[in-house]
């Protein structure tokens, strides 16, 4: 069992930034691929971003690339998701997501979940 809870989430108006974390409790991540998704009200949710375990890789839709930077801290047992020049289509609830494949891309392989953080990105 894996808990995991994002925070960081809220208003910003288009072209700022925002980072938002994801706390995981009950085991260490090192070993699970980790990832970000989000999803909008009416909408599918979809892949963001995500590091598989080695933490070396980074992986990226490519609605967010060059805009959003995702990080890992092992030792903090914390994922991180900087988003920058952010856009209105970026409004979402962002929810953290944890994976024992390293097949990141494939949805259904993430185990855990964590309950979301909205943010907003104002016109």
């Known amino acids: 069992q894996v808990t995991l809870v994002e925070s960081g989430g809220g208003l910003v108006q288009a072209g700022g930034s925002l980072r938002v974390s994801c706390a995981a409790s009950?085991?260490?991540?090192?070993?699970?691929?980790m990832g970000w998704f989000r999803q909008a009200p009416g909408k599918e949710r979809e892949f963001v971003a995500a590091?598989?375990?080695?933490?070396?890789?980074?992986h990226y839709a490519d609605s967010v690339k060059g805009r959003f930077t995702m990080s890992r801290e092992n030792a903090k047992n914390q994922v991180y998701l900087q988003m920058n020049s952010l856009k209105p289509e970026d409004t979402a609830e962002y929810y953290c997501?944890?994976?024992?494949?390293?097949?990141?891309?494939?949805?259904?392989?993430?185990?855990?979940w964590g309950q979301g953080t909205q943010v907003t990105v104002s016109s």
């Open positions: 997501a944890a994976s024992g494949s390293s097949r990141y891309w494939i949805t259904y392989e993430y185990d855990y």
């Open positions: 590091v598989t375990n080695s933490g070396g890789t980074t």
């Open positions: 009950g085991r260490m991540i090192s070993p699970y691929t």
